[in-house]
Structure formats: structure tokens, C-alpha cells
């Protein structure tokens, strides 16, 4: 029996596309396949925030926020873009009173492409903006000396379209699913290769086969890995800070450090109970275990109340 077929590699492949689905741009509520690249100089520790308007507005869900620190030469920043069509850009120097020099502002493909330059000079100053000149071919950008929301604004006549094709989402899955793929297939042609390996292989599915309880277990634990394996091997987790719930907070990224503010599509999911209801509950179990009790209370409810009641 051989292994490294044609129709073996397709199937190969098809597994790597679906190892590689949670990390598809289209999980996102807005899939930023492009990015907006800019180059920046800041003389002081602070934050800048990118907002896009596709029709609706400038508002915080469609917005980016990435921090800065003060250097003199210049830091490349990425902000994510989502697919649409833009009537204009906001870009929001620093939230303190500053100077931010530009030297470069570009939209780029997955690839690394450089799909479109902008010309940042025509940068308009909004609010709390003390200065804006172009210098030498930069953009020097000086905020109010009380500014803490300067703005400058970017208008497109017609407005910049930013496409979504299929190339783009392919560019954007490779690198995850290339690796799963050459795996596969090397393991198909080491079982075609070394016959030991292969009689290993197959002792081994006599002896499950011997044994149908332990086969079934094995096949059960190898499911829910395989069905959960972004949260067992690479970090993932199934209560992502960027939900939609902003909790405690103004707006996005929720966590410190972060600079992702972008949204997953829950898919009309009750995200609302596991944030405010499951995550709760499994540290009040935690403690109540580390107390050596079991967790039948919730003491933190109406002066204690059943689990089983919640």
C-alpha cells in the first residue's frame, strides 16, 4: 500500500487549510488583510490612534491605538485596515502635547507589497494642533501645549478603495498552512520509505483494534485536541479580550501592552455570560478549592447563594 499519493497530498492539503481556519482574517468582525504603515518620530512616550471612515463616521470601534516611545529616528508602526471604501482617515498624533515627525505613510498588502503611498502632506490639522509643516520631505507635526485629543485628517475625493481578493486571504493562510502541509507530507513519505516505521504503524493499530475501549479514549482525546488545539499549543483562548466586551473599560485594547483593538465576529454568540458569569465563576471556584472546600457557594451573591442556583 502506498502513501504518497496525489490523492494523499490533497488530502494533506485540505487538513493544513483547515488547521490554519482559526487564523483567517474573515473570523474577524473586520478582516484588515492591508495595512496602514507609517513611519514615526516622537519626542515624547505616548500614544497614536489611526481612525478610518468608511461611510459611517469616525467612532472608537473603528479605530487603532498603538503607543509610541520618544526616539530620533524613525520607528515603523502598523495599524490594521480593513477591507472598504474610505472617505477619509484621522490620524491622531499623540494624546499629549508633543512633536511627531511622519516620514512615511503607506497601505500595504498581505504580502508586504507597498499597494498605495499617501501623501501625508496633505494632512489637515483639526484640533489642538499648535503647528503642521513639511520639512526637508517629512511632516512635522507639533501638538497643543494642553492638547490631550489633537487631531489631523487625510480627505480621499474619490474615496480610496480598499479590496478584498482572494489572493489576499490565500497570502494571509500560507505561512500557517505551508508548514502543517510539508509535515504531512513528509510523514506520508516516511511511510512509504521505511518500513519499519510502517509495520510500527500498523502493529500499533492491531493492538488498539484488540483493545476497543482504549481505542475509543484515544480517538476521544485526540478529538478534543485536535478540535481545541489553537487553545492547548499556541496560546489561544476561548474569552479573547476583543469580544466586544469592554468591561471595566473605555475602549480597545482592554489589556495593558496591547496594541490588537481589533473585533472578533462572535457569530451572534452570549458573550455576555462567559464575561461576566463563567470567568467569574471558575476564579470563586479556583479559590474555593485552594481552600480546600468544594465549590457548592457563591459568597459573593446575596449573602451566599447555591452554584447550582446561579
Known sequence: MRFFTLPALLAAALVSAVVALPFFAGANLKPALYTLEAELTSSVAGNVQFYYDDGNGFSEPASVRVPVAPGTTPTRYRFPLPPGNYRAFRLDPLDRAGMLILSALRVVTPSGRVWRKLPFSEL??????????????????????????????????????????????????????????????ALLLALDRIPRLRSRCRSAAVAL???????????????????????????????????????????????????????TDVKLSDIGAVMWQHVPFSMIQHRALRQGELPLWNRYNAAEVTKLAE
Not at 134 to 143: H, K, N
Not at 163 to 184: C, G, M, N, S, Y
Not at 237 to 257: A, M, Q, R
Request: negative net charge; glycine residues 6%.
Open 124 to 185: 489637515q490639522a483639526d484640533h489642538q494642533i499648535a503647528s503642521l509643516q513639511m520639512v526637508e520631505g517629512v511632516l512635522e507635526i507639533v501638538t497643543a501645549p494642553q492638547g490631550d485629543d489633537p487631531q489631523t485628517t487625510l480627505t480621499f475625493t474619490p474615496p480610496l478603495i480598499v479590496p478584498a481578493r482572494l489572493r489576499d486571504h490565500a497570502w494571509h493562510l500560507l505561512p500557517r498552512a505551508l508548514p502543517v502541509f510539508l509535515a504531512l507530507a
Open 209 to 263: 483494534g484488540a483493545r476497543p475501549g482504549r481505542a475509543i479514549g484515544l480517538v476521544a482525546l485526540l478529538a478534543t485536541v485536535f478540535s481545541a488545539y489553537p487553545v492547548v499549543f499556541l496560546g489561544k483562548s476561548y474569552v479573547s479580550p476583543n469580544l466586544g466586551t469592554i468591561l471595566l473599560y473605555e475602549n480597545y485594547p482592554t489589556l495593558p501592552g496591547s496594541t490588537d483593538a481589533t473585533m
